[in-house]
């Protein structure tokens, strides 16, 4: 191996371990919620907000952040995500009370909105040859898979020897791991000269905020709350389209939403999203409540879901570096929808833990089919010089999922088990309807 590969190869473990590090804080999390509502108190709807916090501003924020990357340097911005990561880490572990950490979750989301598309950004130019960039970014996707299959047994251990605040400060070494990686000359990207529009950035997250806010506040009973939030929401959308139509610099990049593929791309990848954010906000709460539990054994309970996230994505890059990212994203969309029927039938019958593992199993291996052929079909549909944009998108819409899937399936969640097994359900009928529409596309980047 020549040094320049090893740098490269360096340099490769840097950007996913920076991945692995955003990921990581999302999965610890959940293990710790029944912790962290005994400790700084709290209803469900706090604990919605406290995983929220995070994805509604990483989810708003990427649509910018791709643009972000772009414009000032994939390199430039992701190490100063990372660093930012840090620190906020830091600041999340010493939150005084419920809401001083949601407000330093929302920080974490912003750091971490600046990473995801960067790295992506930075693994085109590492490895411009497509079939190379598949397997790079099938490394990427495991490496940073492994962050949802050590998630949940980390997060049950940090939390039984030390309780919710150390699952934030794991995540200081692992920035300044990150920095060291990717210093020096190996990854350079090049400045660009798009603008970013500033105003309709701050509409949208406005919108995803006080949205999420009104589904939150109709789950938990309080109607006339969310109707004033639904009813803001709905402005500050109006007030998006306003600003992007008007704007020269829309924040949708209307030239990757064009690309072949694209569209049903981000309907996928919100799918998923929503599928394993919503499994990992419902789920420790049945583990930990219902079937009594330990915060380590709740960890234990989710291994079958995340040991996939770890090593599949290295199979499903070499499906699609060999015959397309179709069939994985398929696949992928398929097992989660069979997944969700699945954790439905156990609760609703009250079936022990064995019939969960197969909706575990179902989840984990759907996941990991299909995020890196998604990703993999975005890079290639993106146009010339736009893959952090187009990045930023897939990303984006993943988080909107994510966030969506919190606030949906907890709303939904009483009274158990009737509810559970309703929140349970609903992942699986919108992964149908995002393998139907897949199966629809004709785009040549999906064949």
């Not at 909105?113 to 693994?123: D, F, L």
């Not at 920035?175 to 990686?181: E, H, I, K, R, S």
């Amino acid at each position: 191996m020549t040094i320049g590969s090893t740098r490269r190869s360096l340099a490769l473990f840097g950007i996913s371990l920076g991945y692995f590090t955003v990921l990581l804080d999302m999965t610890v999390l959940s293990v710790a919620e029944p912790d962290l509502a005994r400790s700084l108190g709290g209803s469900v709807a706090g604990l919605q907000w406290a995983v929220s916090g995070y994805t509604v501003v990483f989810g708003a924020l990427l649509l910018s952040a791709g643009a972000i990357s772009d414009r000032f340097g994939a390199h430039r911005v992701f190490r100063a995500g990372v660093a930012f990561f840090g620190v906020g880490s830091l600041l999340s572990a010493l939150s005084p009370d419920l809401w001083t950490l949601v407000a330093a979750r929302a920080l974490l989301g912003a750091a971490a909105a600046a990473c995801v598309p960067a790295s992506m950004a930075m693994i085109s130019t590492l490895y411009p040859v497509p079939a190379e960039r598949a397997r790079a970014l099938s490394v990427w996707a495991a490496v940073s898979g492994a962050a949802l299959a050590a998630g949940p047994i980390a997060g049950g251990l940090l939390v039984g020897l030390s309780g919710w605040r150390a699952v934030f400060l794991i995540n200081v070494p692992l920035a300044a791991a990150v920095l060291a990686l990717t210093a020096g000359r190996a990854v350079r990207c090049p400045r660009g000269d798009r603008g970013i529009g500033w105003p309709a950035q701050l509409a949208v997250c406005v919108a995803l905020g006080l949205g999420t806010d009104a589904l939150i506040a109709l789950g938990s009973g309080e109607p006339v709350h969310a109707l004033g939030s639904g009813a803001a929401a709905v402005a500050a959308g109006v007030a998006f389209v306003a600003l992007e139509r008007r704007g020269t610099e829309p924040v949708l990049a209307p030239a990757v939403l064009r690309a072949p593929g694209m569209t049903p791309a981000l309907l996928a990848g919100a799918a998923v999203n929503f599928t394993m954010a919503g499994v990992l906000f419902v789920l420790p709460l049945l583990f930990q409540r219902t079937l009594e539990l330990s915060p380590l054994e709740t960890g234990v309970a989710f291994l079958p879901m995340t040991l996939p996230f770890a090593v599949n994505p290295l199979v499903t890059g070499r499906i699609v570096a060999r015959s397309g990212p179709r069939g994985p994203v398929t696949a992928g969309l398929a097992l989660l929808t069979a997944g969700g029927v699945i954790f439905a039938v156990a609760v609703t019958t009250g079936s022990a833990y064995p019939l969960l593992v197969a909706g575990l199993l179902c989840t984990g291996f759907g996941v990991s089919f299909a995020l890196p052929a998604l990703v993999t079909t975005v890079v290639a549909a993106a146009p010339t010089g736009m893959a952090g944009t187009a990045g930023g998108l897939l990303n984006a819409a993943r988080q909107v999922g994510a966030t969506l899937g919190v606030a949906v399936m907890g709303a939904l969640l009483t009274p158990a088990p009737a509810g559970t097994a309703r929140a349970l359900l609903v992942p699986a009928l919108l992964c149908a309807v995002a393998a139907l529409t897949l199966g629809r596309s004709r785009t040549p980047v999906l064949r």
